[in-house]
């Protein structure tokens, strides 16, 4: 098996005005390595300049104008920048990144306001999970929630993870963290991805939670119940916010340990049960707790009926793409809303799609 470290998932910048770019672009190109190049950079000057004058143009004379005084006597080849993507062979011509970012969030406006780019650009979130995480990771990373994403996850692509994680079947075996960065890297290469594809664990917290900066916010959604307690115990201490999607009834957690340092986790579902008394727990015990975190009586029907079957008739917990990618879009917006300052409480909630539409089988 191929090691983790030796899986490419950064794209590489070539900038055509720097003679050392333009000798390594045309070595990469010589050496048969690249098998795709796409060169639309005329579409998105035309594009960018269309952000300049949304109303459009009284003339083609106009437009040429505009876009003459964007690109600045530079011609089409050398403006902007040629990004590889070493996994897909691939070599595309984009705007540079304050362009590519102007232009990329321009419909973002002004549901997300350019001020509140800009903030968001500053804001690091972890994601903990890549299965459920991936949904949230990319969701975050088409609007633009943060401008690093720390992400942690030690296992590998299965058959049975394409029920809800979007990715292609010849990724499979490969780390998830990796699937995740890469996807990440194909919609927007100037965002900055950290991998952890040994996942979390009592050697790695202070690295994920604090190197290079600490992250502003965490997003757990793994299924180790060690790792559920062990990431809060360590945000809590850190006053990092903490939020959760379960997918289960659009069921989702936050825990604003930024505005209450001494807040029980789990919003006191499991008392004040400490990391010492963790690490004594059974497993009949600690599913006990689980099932306190979950709020077992308040779980969907058929969630409810698939529990009993876990390791007999079902490998593990049940998930749907539909209720995934609703997460990905409920984290998401909530995320954002902590990262700007709004006010977010603590608390568990609900959007239970089934109650709403009259479909409740409860």
């Known amino acids: 098996m191929t090691n983790n470290l030796e899986l490419p998932y950064k794209p590489l910048f070539f900038r055509m005005s720097d003679a050392r770019d333009r000798k390594m672009l045309n070595d990469l ?58 996994w897909r062979r691939t070599l595309v011509h984009l705007l540079d990144k304050d ?46 929630t943060c401008g690093t994403l720390r992400l942690a996850d030690f296992d590998e692509l299965d058959l049975s993870n394409l029920n809800r994680l979007r990715t292609a079947v010849f990724n499979l075996a490969v780390p998830k963290v990796i699937i995740a960065a890469r996807e990440i890297a194909e919609i927007d290469p100037y965002l900055t991805v950290e991998i952890f594809p040994a996942g979390l664990n009592n ?31 360590n ?11 379960t997918n289960d009834r659009g069921m989702l957690d936050v825990e604003r340990f930024d505005l209450e340092p001494e807040r029980l986790i789990f919003h006191g579902l499991i008392g004040d049960l400490t990391s010492t008394e963790l690490k004594n727990l059974s497993e009949d015990e600690k599913l006990q707790y689980l099932m306190k975190i979950v709020n077992a009586q308040e779980l969907s029907v058929r969630m409810k009926n698939s529990i009993p079957q876990i ?6 917990w049940p998930q749907l793409a539909s209720e995934v990618v609703l997460g990905g879009a409920l984290t998401t917006n909530v995320c954002r809303k902590i990262l700007l300052g709004e006010q977010v409480f603590s608390g568990r909630y609900y959007l239970d799609m089934d109650s709403l539409t009259g479909s409740d089988c409860n």
């Not at 505009?66 to 089409?76: E, H, K, M, P, R």
């Not at 994920?208 to 559920?228: A, M, P, T």
């Open 29 to 86: 190109r010589e050496s048969g390595n690249i098998i795709f190049e796409y060169d639309e950079i005329e579409r998105q000057v035309d594009e960018l300049a269309r952000c300049h004058y949304p109303a459009g143009w009284e003339s083609e004379a106009q437009r040429q104008v505009v876009i003459q005084d964007l690109i600045a006597g530079t011609s089409f080849d050398e403006y902007g920048v040629w990004v590889y993507y070493p």
């Open 99 to 144: 362009e590519f970012v102007e232009v990329r969030t321009n419909r973002n406006q002004l549901k997300i306001t350019a001020a509140e780019r800009d903030i968001l650009e500053q804001k690091k979130v972890g994601i903990v999970g890549l299965s459920v995480g991936q949904s949230i990771a990319l969701t975050m990373a088409m609007e633009r």
């Open 203 to 233: 050697e790695n917290y202070h690295s994920f939670l604090r190197n290079n900066g600490q992250i502003d916010l965490l997003v757990e959604v793994c299924d180790s119940f060690e790792v559920k307690l062990e990431s809060r115990f």
């Open 235 to 245: 945000a809590r201490a850190l006053h990092i916010p903490v939020v959760m999607d």
């Open 311 to 316: 390791k007999r008739t079902l490998i593990s």
